[in-house]
């Protein structure tokens, strides 16, 4: 019995030991798992993936490729490689609109970054409810208005004896009459000035969520420490808006850069080049003189310099943000 006791424990101590089930399927195993459980949520994003692939990405590649081509959009697709970036680089026209385009974008950029958010703000510190609604509706109800009903209105206003001359001559001062935007000296500040006063619903919505969101108690503590309303601003809303600053400039930048349709609706361009834009070029280029291949690359630029500027001022209000 004591025989068999010692050959059953050498027998255990000489068979194998079984094995550990492996990684590999039991991460399979659990990423099916959360696929599964995730399902329809990959479903209800599909046709949203979709559909940007087909009207976002597809042309935005195309358009990369199209931009090394003479092409017409129709019987001209010859490949010429680089040289309509050879020729853009050496057109004077495009960087007469690189030049106009710096003014209106430095212009809006500037403009919203201060008269939204000195609305936002006066808003934030009106103390009636009722009032409040009412300044908020005034500011974000023009939004629900197209843009081409308001540089349609503002094209009246300029118009030779339109709305701004008659009030010149009203009040007289009939020597300051111009041809608002047939003169290249008026027509950039004509329509800089178009929208006045320069609120827009959009930004003037971002900064009121911020503010929004501010803490009571933040408030409440530089009430107590005796702040004026100025100083209130300066040291406790103004640094907590810091998001939303930073996003406003981005968008607004953005949005600017590559808007044509208030420069072809008023102006097309003129007089001369003296209110072309680049995103106006590529559409001249493109639709009116079917050069599309050169539109193309007009447009592949223009996303380049968009891109560039828009992760240089993410780096540095970060880089600022570090330092203070």
Known sequence: MRFQDQAEEVFSLTKPAPRAPSAGPLLSLRVHRRLSKQLQAYLFLAPILLSIGLFKYTPF??????????????????????HNYETLFRDAAFYTSMKNISLFT??????????????????????????QAFFKFGFVIPMVVPHLIIFLLWKWIYVGDGLLDRLLQAVGLEHLIHAWLGESGTALGAIVFISFPWISGIYFLIYLAGLVSIPQELLEVGHIDGMNGWQRIRFIELPLLRNQLRLVLILAFIQQFQSFENVLVLTNGGPGYSTLTPALYLYKKGFESNELGYASAIGVVVFAILLLCTLAANRLLKTAERVE
Request: hydrophobic residues 55%; glycine residues 8%; positive net charge.
């Open 106 to 131: 430095g212009s809006f950029v500037l403009i919203q970054l201060t008269f939204p958010l000195l609305a936002a703000i006066g808003i934030f510190h009106l103390k009636q409810a009722r009032a």
């Open 61 to 82: 590649v195309q358009a990369i490729t199209q931009s090394f081509y003479e092409w017409n959009g129709a019987n001209i697709h010859r490949f010429i490689g680089l």
